[in-house]
Each structure stands twice: as C-alpha cells, then as structure tokens.
C-alpha cells in the first residue's frame, strides 16, 4: 500500500482533502486497478501487450510511430516492400537498426 499524503504547503487540509486522499488511495487498491500504476515511479515495458512503445521488430529499439507497431524507418521500409509484394518476415531477417542517433549512441546501448 502506498499512503497518499498532501503537499506540503496547501492549506486545504480539510476533511474534504483527507477523504480525497483516502478515496483516491482506496481505489488504487482495488484489484480491477493496473498494478502497472500503483508504484511511485511508472515503468511500461517495451512490448506491453497494452501500452507498447517499441518497434515490434526484433531487436529494433527505436520507438513506434502513433497508431503503428513499426517505427518510421522500419514504417517507410514496409511500405516499399509492400509495394513489390515481400513479406515482412522477408524485410526483417537482417540484422536490425541501430538504435536512434544521440545520447543513446554514446552510452553504448
């Protein structure tokens, strides 16, 4: 259980404010409430079967684009193939892309 407490400096501490808290915590508590959200700090996995942020191909760490399961790159290159009837499982039996430029590629990720 992770007790809600007010912030410091609100003067709103009445019984309004308590019964908020202990309303919010009693819902977070319930067990139809993801237990993805109850920690402090929200980790999602890449490939949640819900809330998936990573390009489905295999060992492509780059993000997806909105409303695909693809990033841009892998997006732009299975809409090239298609056009030429390949498969994706054809387009993606190379090795992967690198992940995106920047500090990703200095910490040797």
Same mark, same amino acid.
């Given at each position: 259980? &992770?007790?809600?407490?007010?912030?410091?400096?609100?003067?709103?501490?009445?019984?309004?404010?308590?019964?908020?808290?202990?309303?919010?915590?009693?819902?977070?508590?319930?067990?139809?409430?993801?237990?993805?959200?109850?920690?402090?700090?929200?980790? &999602?996995?890449?490939?949640?079967?819900?809330?998936?942020?990573?390009?489905?191909?295999?060992?492509?760490?780059? &993000?997806?684009?909105?409303?695909?399961?693809?990033?841009?790159?892998?997006?732009?290159?299975?809409?090239?193939?298609?056009?030429?009837?390949?498969?994706?499982?054809?387009?993606?039996?190379?090795?992967?892309?690198?992940?995106?430029?920047?500090?990703?590629?200095?910490?040797?990720?």
């Amino acid at each position: 259980m &992770i007790p809600l407490t007010l912030l410091p400096g609100r003067t709103d501490t009445t019984r309004i404010g308590r019964d908020r808290l202990e309303l919010l915590t009693t819902l977070i508590e319930a067990s139809a409430f993801a237990p993805l959200f109850r920690d402090t700090l929200i980790f &999602i996995p890449p490939q949640h079967p819900l809330y998936a942020w990573q390009c489905a191909v295999d060992g492509c760490l780059r &993000i997806r684009r909105v409303s695909h399961n693809l990033c841009n790159t892998h997006n732009l290159e299975w809409e090239q193939a298609e056009r030429t009837r390949r498969t994706k499982r054809a387009l993606w039996t190379r090795p992967p892309l690198c992940p995106p430029r920047g500090e990703w590629a200095t910490a040797g990720v």
